[in-house]
């Protein structure tokens, strides 16, 4: 199945990557031929099968509700790009 | 006393140490020592952990996949996107295994977020083969293979998706355990595809994976999908298979692709099996086959597209520099960070969970899921178990299909339909053809861990396949 050049940049958009130019048509054309091989699944009539989401049949687990310890402040940041004054600092969203 | 790590399993190891014959130091001291000698060539580490002062243990150590979270101990998935990533906890599988004594020796090279069959697709450069260097140790968990294959590792924590555990285990002739889903807790195992992932052992026999899985296994608090075992594991000790029936689904067996040699081995174990006392009879997995890998390559994927949103560069983890706004950040971020495999995977996941292709394919996918989990479920209510080939061919030359995604996606043909349907399953070493390693796979029934286990156990008995690479011998 064929991927049109607008469709690699929708998708690239959706997926929050900053595909450069110079990749998209390798791109579309590797994700064209994956498509082409896993599209076959649409052969198959199953409207009368329901889907599977998980391989266990498990609803609603709970249980008890403790306080647990949870991570100190300086912890949490510890991995951080930008920790600032005890955040995470980004960038500004927009002007 | 020397201690020949290519030979010594966990199981003698334990042994030796209980009486009192060598030091917990000494023992994790040999494997540093084959690490210095030998890893320089097969590069199953990543990096090196606990230090061999007999401080961190008194038990047997083990080597740790990448993407399970060791505190204070960098962990990446082989991916850019987390070079200098340190854990600030244990996952509760690295917990269970300190719980036991087990020294950290270190973390195994995979393919970046366990997405591949060679390791190739590591940030970090591929592991090698430890049976012939120029050839891929399989993957994701190729590091962990390569370790304990190679000496350098007791027994290694590997972790698979469709096939990452058993495939590797079969290319580098070692013995491997998918368990069943939900047996093994994920918490603090980076997620690549939720409804998939599961964590399991790698060693030298049988029932060293036992007696590892014996550890691994049970209820987490902290990963709601795990359940507790409904039995206790039981080490191995059967050597006859008689009363077993065991089902041959020709797809598995006949499906193109599969080499001459690999199947001659397979063939010879399971006429050995029968010699054994099993029942042995074809039967047929139809759709599994023929759907399995088309279905795979939809449902982890789109998992793999939300797992891998949580990369954006603000909590942890690489970000671009001198981002003009926020999503500029995310998106270089995120492009900058990952590898080619990951940046596929998560636009095809993105795609096939997109407005207006949601249903024809992730939700068809779905139930192709179905499909594939209720012929299992026919099947094992004739048949104790399924054999079949691990992988369709024995470990390929690094650089034979890196070009291609695809026939890259092919080595999981065989272990990616009974991961859809969330069964165990187990990897042995059954003989060599070429001289490398083939891997006899045996899948049953959900939490049916024991009787693979002793079924492995008879037939890795009578097979008496030599754990050791011919080429270190």
């Known amino acids: 199945m064929s991927i049109e050049h607008d469709d690699v940049l929708h998708i690239a958009r959706l997926a929050r990557l900053a595909v450069p130019e110079s990749e998209l048509a390798q791109l579309r054309s590797e994700l064209g031929a994956i498509l082409e091989a896993v599209g076959r699944v649409a052969e198959l009539d199953l409207s009368d099968v329901e889907p599977m989401s998980h391989p ?32 995470f600092r980004v960038p500004a969203a927009g002007e | 006393m020397t201690i020949d790590t290519l030979s010594l399993t966990a199981e003698a190891a334990q042994t030796l140490l209980g009486a009192g014959e060598i030091t917990a130091a000494e023992l994790t001291r040999a494997y540093t020592d084959a690490i210095a000698e030998r890893d320089p060539e097969i590069h199953a580490y990543l990096r090196q952990g606990d230090s061999p002062d007999g401080e961190s243990g008194e038990g047997v150590p083990i080597a740790v996949k990448d993407c399970i979270s060791t505190k204070g101990l960098e962990t990446t998935a082989a991916s850019k996107i987390l070079a200098g990533y340190v854990p600030l906890y244990d996952a509760t599988v690295v917990e269970r295994c300190r719980g036991a004594g087990m020294p950290v020796l270190g973390k195994t090279n995979l393919d970046e977020f366990a997405m591949g069959s060679s390791t190739e697709n590591s940030a970090y450069g591929p592991s090698r083969n430890p049976w012939d260097p120029d050839r891929v140790p399989g993957g994701s968990s190729g590091g962990s293979a390569a370790a304990v294959a190679g000496g350098l590792a007791p027994w290694a924590l590997g972790s698979d998706t469709g096939g990452s555990i058993k495939q590797p285990a079969a290319l580098c002739g070692i013995v491997g355990l998918r368990p069943t889903y939900g047996t093994v807790s994920r918490y603090g195992v980076i997620a690549f595809a939720s409804s998939l992932d599961q964590v399991g052992p790698m060693t030298k026999t049988v029932r060293d994976c036992a007696l590892l899985y014996e550890v691994l296994a049970g209820r987490d608090r902290n990963d709601s999908t795990t359940v507790e075992l409904p039995e206790p594991v039981t080490i191995p000790t059967a050597d006859s298979l008689s009363g077993v029936r065991l089902g041959v689904p020709k797809e598995l067996n006949d499906a193109d692709g599969i080499e001459l040699g690999v199947k001659a081995s397979v063939e010879a174990a399971i006429t050995l099996a029968e010699s054994l006392g099993a029942d042995v009879e074809e039967t047929s997995l139809p759709r599994s086959v023929e759907y399995g890998l088309a279905c795979y390559y939809l449902i982890a994927p789109a998992e793999a597209s939300a797992n891998l949103s949580r990369y954006d560069g603000v909590r942890y983890g690489h970000r671009a520099s001198e981002p003009s706004d926020l999503s500029e950040m995310y998106e270089r971020s995120r492009w900058e960070g990952f590898g080619a495999e990951p940046r596929r995977r998560i636009m095809l996941g993105t795609y096939a969970l997109s407005a207006g292709y949601y249903d024809a394919f992730y939700g068809q996918a779905q139930r192709v899921r179905t499909l594939i989990r209720n012929e299992h479920a026919e099947a094992f209510e004739r048949y104790d178990a399924l054999l079949s080939p691990t992988s369709p061919t ?22 990616i339909p009974s991961c859809m349907a969330g069964l165990p399953g187990l990897s042995i070493p059954c003989g060599l053809s070429e001289g490398l390693p083939v891997g006899l796979q045996i899948v049953g029934p959900q939490f049916s861990e024991n009787r693979l286990l002793q079924i492995g156990h008879a037939l890795e008995t009578a097979l008496a396949f030599d754990v050791v690479p011919e080429r270190l011998r």
């Open chain 1, 56 to 87: 266990l049949d498990l609803a609603n687990v709970w249980d008890e509700d403790e306080l647990q310890p949870s991570l100190e402040r300086d912890d949490a940041l510890s991995n951080a790009p930008d920790p600032h004054d005890g955040s």
């Open chain 2, 394 to 415: 024995v470990a390929f030359p690094l650089g034979a299909r890196t070009a291609d995604p695809i026939a890259m996606y092919v080595a999981d043909l065989l272990t």
